[in-house]
């Protein structure tokens, strides 16, 4: 199932019955030139270096496919580099793929964001490649066609992911752990499903278990938190569970009933609100030290230390 090409404001050629003859090889014909350079973006193509002296053999339509891209809001160099199959693909197979999101409601503004998230998707193949991604959207997720941008605007590497591979695995993952509100999944939390299951998911939920939580108190947690499968082992547990272990002398029940804690930054948030709890004296739940105001926390530190006097 191919797309038809829909009329878009960003195709670099146009295609006609009768073309007319091609333009010098020295230089973008007089229609193309004028009509990029109404649009020309922040990095100004005319100094980017396939346009420099030291590159004379690089062709129009590379030189084409440059202008298209940039005209977009992508970053040709990084999109290049990230995608080698790029360098082959024609602008025509590029104004498909754009076409056919665009027929799923991504709006052009949308775009730059997801194309420089995902560069691989401008040689995509609609049929293989990003029809099954809108398939599971709507049948595995429930997410009505006028409301695709949402899910992938939220997370634009859905595009890109393969349904067998990753998409339909981390699903059905999440639906044993519990997960059941799909539309939290679709519209919130779609991160999760582009997550590796064997590679993330399990090793997280794996070492929240060995901070000392049952499975059940881990999978509970898990879920109140999803973004929790998200957090970094080395970079965010683990300093995070150490100063809460032992310079907080806090207890796992606190942690199981506020999964949250991870959430909040260590240097910004979690230390200088637990001297200031040490400092002052007051007794302060957790969810209540970290979730609280500046304003809120500042008057429940200033009670604690009306009390001392």
Do not use: W
């Not at 073309?19 to 230089?27: L, V």
């Not at 009505?144 to 595009?159: A, S, V, Y």
């Not at 998911?201 to 060995?210: D, R």
């Not at 230390?271 to 040490?278: F, N």
């Amino acid at each position: 199932m191919r797309a038809s090409p829909l009329h878009s404001p960003i195709r670099c050629s146009s295609t006609n019955p009768s073309p007319p003859p091609p333009p010098p090889p020295s230089s973008l014909s007089t229609s193309t030139t004028t009509q990029l350079a109404t649009k020309l973006p922040k990095s100004l193509l005319h100094k980017h270096p396939l346009y420099t002296p030291t590159h004379p053999h690089i062709s129009l339509q590379f030189k084409e496919k440059i202008l298209c891209l940039e005209i977009m809001g992508v970053d040709a160099s990084r999109a290049l580099a990230l995608n080698p199959s790029l360098r082959g693909a024609s602008l025509d197979s590029i104004h498909s793929v754009v076409s056919f999101l665009q027929s799923k409601g991504i709006h052009q503004k949308d775009l730059a964001r997801i194309f420089g998230m995902c560069p691989n998707l401008l040689t995509a193949d609609i049929e293989s490649d990003l029809c099954p991604v809108f398939g599971f959207l709507s049948r595995d997720l429930r997410v009505p066609d006028h409301d695709f941008r949402r899910p992938i605007n939220k997370c634009p590497r859905l595009l890109v992911s393969s349904v067998r591979d990753q998409l339909r695995p981390a699903l059905f993952y999440l639906q044993r752990l519990g997960f059941r509100d799909l539309h939290a999944l679709a519209y919130q939390d779609p991160i999760l499903l582009v997550s590796s299951v064997e590679n993330t998911l399990i090793p997280k939920l794996k070492h929240l278990e060995s901070l000392g939580f049952s499975r059940g108190e881990a999978v509970g947690m898990v879920r109140r938190c999803p973004a929790l499968f998200t957090f970094s082992i080395e970079n965010n547990f683990k300093p995070k569970f150490d100063y809460f272990s032992v310079e907080m002398g806090g207890r796992l029940e606190e942690l199981r009933d506020f999964p949250q804690y991870f959430a909040f930054s260590l240097e910004k948030r979690i230390k200088p609100r637990h001297m200031e709890v040490v400092k002052s004296g007051v007794r302060l739940a957790l969810p209540v030290m970290l979730k609280s105001t500046d304003e809120e926390f500042g008057e429940l530190i200033g009670r604690g230390l009306d009390g001392a006097g």
